[in-house]
């Protein structure tokens, strides 16, 4: 069957849709359409969005949105609340003080940031869900979606692919990938998705890892930054200090079952340090995580993403574990639950050589503590 594809300028970003079905320019079309839709909602950069309305409005009345811009600020709003979260929808002000990622993109000045920390408090968004209304209690706050819109997007149009009844699809919003079923046009194989490697240009990957029905979200500090006076500044911000949040990560992975999650998690964890992306990568159900640091010295997957990703990754589990030791030796813990997961996947492993595999990383690991 052919693969039909078709690639369009949106959210800020190259949105391309591969889907195998007899009426797939039909679907594509609907799907973009759908797409326009939801950027016209949910865009923080656009003066005309439903989403500015709220912010036109900071301090002054709360605006009643349609259900799928109530629903995402929701959610936003409840992960931005949670303990140690990176996550803020209300970081707006920030970002347009920063500009980093557009053409006038500049170093904030230590009193610019000072001015507009306190109105990044997500305490200060209130919904109301009787009303479906949104308000802003302080005047020059600004809600931005830029953390989630895309892969609430992503989960938007495969939730009408798959009522259409298509089933073989990739959604691509700007390499936030979410697969339907597997790729009928490759004798219906798995998807096969790369993985960005940080140190080089866009399209070089340092692993590529099979997937079906799933999400692949990646943040990183490769792409979006500025670069002044020899000092280096992404576009992943902290809320407490205001400037980009310092970090032992060049990329993060999240692959999850919705693109929204992965988006959320992504951004939530994105801060911490590897030892406690772990942590959370045990706590929180549904998610697997990809972890490269700056020098590119320390690659780590969770365990359960390697076991659904062991054909490629298989061959990978030794040399991934050796470099992780920076990552594993934070904790006698973590370590002991890592080798449990492994001898869990020993006992299901039905390959030969899958078997020998884990068996040496068990053993490497005892050697190395």
């Known amino acids: 069957m052919t693969l039909r594809s078709h690639s369009e300028r949106l959210m800020g970003t190259t949105i391309t849709i591969s889907l195998v079905d007899e009426q797939a320019d039909i679907f594509l079309q609907k799907s973009f359409d759908l797409l326009k839709e939801l950027?016209?909602?949910?865009?923080?950069?656009?003066?005309?969005?439903?989403?500015?309305?709220?912010?036109?409005?900071?301090?002054?009345?709360?605006?009643?949105?349609?259900?799928d811009l109530f629903e995402l600020i929701s959610l936003g709003l409840e992960h931005s609340l949670a303990l140690s979260s990176h996550l803020n929808i209300s970081i707006g002000p920030l970002i347009q003080t920063w500009r980093i990622g557009f053409s006038d993109a500049k170093v904030a000045q230590p009193q610019e940031i000072e001015s507009v920390l306190p109105l990044i408090n997500p305490h200060g968004i209130e919904l109301d869900s009787s009303t479906s209304t949104v308000f802003l209690k302080?005047?020059?706050?600004?809600?931005?979606?830029?953390?989630?819109?895309?892969?609430?997007?992503?989960?938007?149009?495969?939730?009408?692919?798959r009522k259409e009844g298509v089933t073989s699809a990739l959604i691509n919003l700007g390499g936030n990938i979410l697969t339907i079923g597997k790729n009928q046009a490759r004798g219906d194989n798995p998807w096969q998705i790369g993985i960005q490697d940080p140190a080089n240009p866009r399209g070089n990957h340092l692993m590529t890892i099979p997937v079906v029905n799933?999400?692949?979200?990646?943040?990183?500090?490769?792409?979006?930054?500025?670069?002044?006076?020899?000092?280096?500044?992404?576009?992943?911000?902290?809320s407490q200090t205001g400037y980009p949040v310092e970090t032992e990560l060049a990329s993060l992975t999240i692959i999850s079952?919705?693109?929204?999650?992965?988006?959320?998690?992504?951004?939530?964890?994105?801060?911490?340090?590897?030892?406690?992306?772990?942590?959370?990568?045990?706590?929180?159900?549904?998610?697997?995580?990809?972890?490269?640091?700056?020098?590119?010295?320390?690659?780590?997957?969770?365990?359960?993403?390697?076991?659904?990703?062991?054909?490629?990754?298989?061959?990978?589990?030794?040399?991934?574990?050796?470099?992780?030791?920076?990552?594993?030796?934070?904790?006698?813990?973590?370590?002991?639950?890592?080798?449990?997961?492994?001898?869990?996947?020993?006992?299901?492993?039905?390959?030969?050589?899958?078997?020998?595999s884990v068996l040496l990383s068990m053993i490497t690991l005892f050697q190395l503590f």
């Not at 865009?43 to 900071?58: K, R, V």
């Open 214 to 238: 799933k999400s692949v979200v990646t943040s990183g500090i490769y792409e979006r930054h500025l670069t002044v006076d020899g000092q280096d500044y992404h576009h992943i911000f902290d």
């Open 138 to 161: 302080q005047k020059g706050m600004k809600i931005d979606l830029g953390c989630l819109a895309k892969g609430y997007s992503a989960d938007k149009v495969a939730q009408f692919l």
């Open 257 to 356: 079952d919705k693109s929204v999650d992965g988006e959320i998690w992504t951004t939530r964890l994105f801060g911490e340090r590897p030892a406690s992306i772990l942590w959370h990568d045990e706590s929180v159900e549904g998610i697997e995580v990809i972890i490269i640091d700056k020098e590119m010295s320390n690659v780590l997957q969770t365990v359960n993403c390697f076991n659904t990703c062991k054909n490629t990754l298989l061959t990978k589990l030794k040399l991934n574990l050796l470099k992780s030791r920076p990552f594993l030796s934070s904790t006698n813990q973590l370590t002991s639950k890592y080798l449990l997961k492994y001898w869990k996947l020993l006992l299901k492993s039905k390959r030969q050589m899958a078997l020998l």
């Open 39 to 67: 950027e016209y909602r949910f865009n923080a950069n656009s003066q005309e969005s439903e989403l500015m309305e709220i912010n036109y409005q900071a301090g002054i009345s709360p605006v009643t949105v349609h259900p």
